[in-house]
């Protein structure tokens, strides 16, 4: 035997651990002829033609012990190494039209484990019936018209017979040397042969389709991604995804609501799974895999509802649906939070704000919605505004007011940019009436008309009647967030464990939408010019905002 168990386990070893165990497809010996560079993987999920790995495409002629190769025998240990080396269109005689010199070697040569013949099998790659039975040869052909071909195989090791239907793993023959009268090296030829538009029936390139087979063979390449579905409820979705190929780092989850991911209908939602879990920590030997989504509010809504979960793969593999996917959940409405209903005038101004009705909405009846407060209009779009004088004091210019904008969690929910923020001059900034602070997570309303709303505290606009608006006068002008501003320990209140989508919408917070007063106050006597000047640049700005919205 010329391999011994230890070192034949060494070199399996190396399968696993080079990066990548092949050389591209095309990249021939040089001086061995043009190779073609087609990476198409004609024969998808092949099995591999060898029984068992490892195995070593390459070159018969010009390696070791080929009669074109460097001295040496073809068993010298170099012909059994990685990486692999395509030889489809080797310098040969053969007619072959998808060659670049129009001539070459038609399919790979493959050696077994082994520098030994008639002992290592080869078997079937796709289901197919027996077509053709040579002094040397095995043709298998599938129902499609694809036919595989099996070379040099010992013709007392055959295990099938003309016209046998056989499926993929199945024994064939053992690999040999049998080339009839001339013996060649020990090795299996492997052929795909096919009808290719525009050019007819022909040997295509079967490198990728071995390196595909090779994979699922030996344990290498991509391995699909893995998770569970852990609970789906009216709490929250739970669960987590991971991918093998890189087990240590986190990856997303993918939720498609209502059917699977791709049908008509179904919205699709990507989170990270990266929350630390202890049970997973033993389970899969780390912990950041897990995710925690609450249910959208446009889905609470009494009705029952289908979530798929699918761990998005980290390399080039498709989406895999977890364990346990699909679940579902029936949750009643919340009630809907005290305060002014402002319309979304139009789509534009939607996306402009960011806001998400599939997140952020609650579908209630006409008459609770009509039940509320009507207030101004939302603007058509965000504009953020601070003064030089107070660098790190941010302000939303909403209708006329100015309404502080002073913790990075509010801003985060309600997906504000404040690199996108104005510089304005101090007196015009300060000559606008100050509104109450943002509330802490945007939701939505709508009745059974198509309007939508965003739920909010009236803005105690000088001057304009609002029957929920009571008018709260201050003698300070300074620069700062009102005394009704949320504060750092009302967001944590706000923001619970799960992911509440890419709004960060969900359910709402202790407190949410109560009204303790106004909350709102106006700077101390500003003049009316001022007023005037800076009532002016706010309508500039907006008339401006809203030309940038039509643009996009």
């Not at 520098?115 to 796709?126: P, S």
């Not at 007392?156 to 017979?161: G, I, Y």
């Given at each position: ?17 080079q ?62 190494a ?11 005689s ?51 018209g ?25 024994r064939?023959?053992?690999v ?81 609501f ?26 899969l ?53 005290t ?24 579908v ?52 504000l ?15 606008l ?35 929920s ?77 809203q ?6």
């Open positions: 035997m010329f391999f011994g168990t230890v070192l034949l386990a060494a070199i399996a070893g190396e399968a696993a651990a990066e990548p165990f092949y050389l591209p497809v095309g990249d021939l010996i040089p001086g061995s002829g043009e190779g073609l560079a087609d990476a198409t993987v004609y024969a998808p999920g092949m099995r591999f033609p060898i029984e068992d790995g490892p195995a070593y495409p390459n070159s018969q002629v010009y390696r070791s012990g080929g009669y074109m190769g460097p001295p040496g025998s073809q068993c010298d240990p170099e012909n059994y990685y990486p692999w080396r395509d030889n489809y269109c080797e310098k040969r053969w007619d072959m039209p998808l060659c670049p010199a129009g001539i070459g070697h038609q399919g790979q040569d493959i050696r077994p484990p082994t520098c030994e013949k008639d002992v290592h099998w080869v078997v079937a790659g796709r289901a197919g019936d027996v077509t053709n039975i040579g002094s040397y040869s095995v043709y298998v052909t599938s129902v499609d694809q036919r595989l071909d099996y070379l040099h195989g010992a013709v007392p090791t055959l295990q099938v017979a003309l016209g046998d239907a056989v499926v993929p793993g199945q064939l023959v053992a040999s040397n049998n080339m009839g009268d001339t013996p060649t090296s020990i090795h299996l030829h492997f052929n795909i042969r096919q009808d290719i538009g525009g050019v007819g029936v022909a040997f295509v390139s079967p490198y990728m389709s071995l390196v595909g087979g090779y994979e699922e063979l030996m344990g290498l390449g991509n391995s699909p991604p893995g998770g569970s579905l852990d609970k789906a409820d009216c709490a929250s979705l739970v669960g987590w995804a991971q991918d093998p190929d890189a087990p240590e780092q986190s990856i997303a989850a993918l939720l498609s209502g059917g699977p991911m791709g049908a008509p209908g179904a919205t699709l939602v990507e989170v990270m799974a990266d929350v630390p879990r202890d049970d997973l920590c033993a389970q030997g780390s912990c950041a895999h897990g995710f925690e989504v609450e249910v959208p509010l446009s889905l609470r809504d009494g009705a029952s509802h289908e979530v798929h979960v699918y761990a998005k793969d980290d390399g080039q593999g498709a989406p895999a649906e977890v364990a346990l996917s699909p679940g579902s959940f029936a949750c009643e409405p919340p009630p809907l939070p305060g002014v209903r402002r319309w979304v005038v139009d789509p534009e101004s939607l996306a402009a704000w960011k806001l998400s009705p599939f997140w952020q909405m609650i209630a009846p006409e008459a609770a919605v009509a039940a509320l407060p009507e207030g101004a209009d939302l603007p058509p779009l965000p504009i953020l505004a601070r003064s030089p004088a107070a660098p790190d004091t941010t302000w939303l210019i909403d209708q006329g007011t100015r309404r502080p904008v002073t913790d990075p969690a509010i801003a985060a929910a309600w997906q940019d404040l690199e996108a923020t104005e510089t304005w001059a101090p007196e015009l900034l300060m000559a009436p100050e509104g109450p602070p943002l509330r802490p997570l945007p939701v939505l309303v709508q009745g059974t008309g198509p309007k939508i709303y965003v739920l909010d505290d009236p803005l105690c606009i000088p001057g304009e009647e609002e029957p608006c009571a008018t709260n006068e201050s003698s300070s002008g300074a620069e700062e967030p009102t005394s009704g501003s949320a504060t750092s320990e009302d967001a944590s209140s706000s923001s619970s464990s799960p992911t509440p989508g890419p709004a960060s919408a969900g359910a709402l917070p202790p407190g949410f939408g109560s009204e303790d007063g106004c909350g709102c106050r106006h700077a101390e006597n500003p003049g009316a010019g001022l007023l005037v000047i800076a009532s002016l640049a706010w309508r500039r700005r907006r008339r401006a905002g030309e940038r919205v039509r643009r996009t």
